[in-house]
């Protein structure tokens, strides 16, 4: 009988553990208060005492109320445990400082004994919470950081192998080009080359070669003399002049205008240039670093782009991964959107709302993710952000039984019309597409995330 006690005393004391925990990381009143039932029935039991009463108090407003008296508290931090005829009370610390205390009324004194035992207990159930949630915001704050200082989020292979490489090259002055579809952060690699390099004090400057005009990317380039075409009132400095000493970054490199091309290519040989309309030449100290989403070998082999310009960007080459080859990363960079722009709102997401961000295909990659969380949050209506929130094609990937019954009869709706249309175009995509008028791209991209390809084949 005697293991026997000491068994079920073991399991009581776990028991106490875990209720202490319980309630010292409760956030709501009704969670406390159902916690604090629980945990003083368990309490009367362990103790062994059937007359008198037992509660917990967690803060000193807390025990004032429960005994009428603000002067136990003060009696608990300066000296100690409380020892009356009618009421003791015993401190439970929690890393050296008073976090709440335990209260008898009524009761014989060898159950205030054994409940300082059970203080003691409720002192490391304590502090072990405060420990956890301290990690845990050492964690949110480190990863905060990490994201500003880089910028870039994740922790798949594809990424760690990512930055692994832009340290290496970060510490020398070659010329990177960076590939990647659209969306995957090239220029958020070409910042973070920059602020690892010697050159993190000088300028950092970008440059679109597609959002300019041709007649004026020149201009942007290298600068211009006052006078050397029609509206050039003033002397105008360049983007080489802007990065001298720093980074020049050209994004979407492949869609330079031919005629610049030879231009570039003699600023990276030489790192010299003159400005339209001048005669001097000027040199730079900038490092290059490009990026595009095509191919530009073949660009070369087609003679759109020159191929000894392309050799000459092409010393050393970063991929960012699509969104598809690391989806471990999805949840991930969905949390940290969703505590970007969901902030002051304590937001979260359904597991149904999880299973469609996880089940997409994000052609658009982190651009589109990102946007895709802004949308939630600006819909959404209550804290728990739901399918229904999310942008119709991130919807339309939920597995089939994820969604209630609202939604399930849209997509199966939708799955309908989808098979109805492909019937009636006889299989042919474009004319069900027309039929539903869908643009084709968009009617390929809904078989496929509703799971139909089978169904539209036949």
Known sequence: MADASQTQTVLNASVLVFLFKALAAATTSARRDKIGVQLIALLRQFAGFDSGTVAVARTEDDLACQIGDPEVWRHLVDQGPLWTDSLTAIPIYANGALAGALLLRGARDTAADMLSAVASLASVAIESVRELERLRNDYVALEQRVTVEAGIVGRSAAIVQLLGRIEKVAVRDTTVLIQGESGTGKELVARLIHRASARRDGPF??????????????????????????????????????????????????????????????????????????????????????????????????????????????????????????????????????????????????????????????????????????????????????????????????????????????????????????????????????????????????????????????
């Open 205 to 458: 400057v970008a440059i679109n070669c597609a959002a300019i005009a041709e007649s004026l990317l020149e201009s942007e380039f290298f600068g211009h003399e006052r006078g050397a075409f029609t509206g050039a009132a003033s002397l105008k400095k360049g983007k080489l002049e802007a990065a001298d000493g720093g980074t020049l970054f050209l994004d979407e490199i492949g869609e330079l205008a031919v005629p610049l091309q030879a231009k570039l290519l003699r600023v990276l040989q030489e790192r010299e240039f003159e400005r339209v309309g001048a005669t001097r030449t000027m040199r730079v100290d900038i490092r290059v670093v490009a990026a595009t989403n095509r191919d530009l070998a073949q660009q070369a082999r087609d003679g759109s782009f020159r191929a000894d310009l392309c050799h000459r960007l092409n010393v050393v080459t970063l991929r960012t991964p699509p969104l598809r080859e690391r989806k471990e990363d999805i949840p991930v960079l969905a949390d940290h959107f969703l505590r970007r722009f969901g902030e002051r709102r304590g937001l979260e997401f359904s597991k149904e709302a999880v299973s469609c961000i996880e089940n997409y295909d994000w052609p658009g990659n982190v651009r589109e993710l990102e946007n895709a969380i802004e949308h939630a949050v600006v819909l959404g209506e209550g804290p728990v952000l739901l399918p229904s929130d999310l942008p119709d094609s991130v919807r339309d990937a939920a597995p089939a039984g994820q969604l209630g019954a609202f939604e399930s009869s849209v997509m199966d709706a939708k799955r309908a019309s989808i098979v109805r249309a492909y019937q009636q175009a006889s299989g042919d995509y474009k004319g069900a597409a027309a039929i539903l008028g869908l643009h084709p791209n968009y009617l390929l991209r809904l078989v496929r995330n509703l799971g139909l390809r089978g169904e539209v084949s036949r």
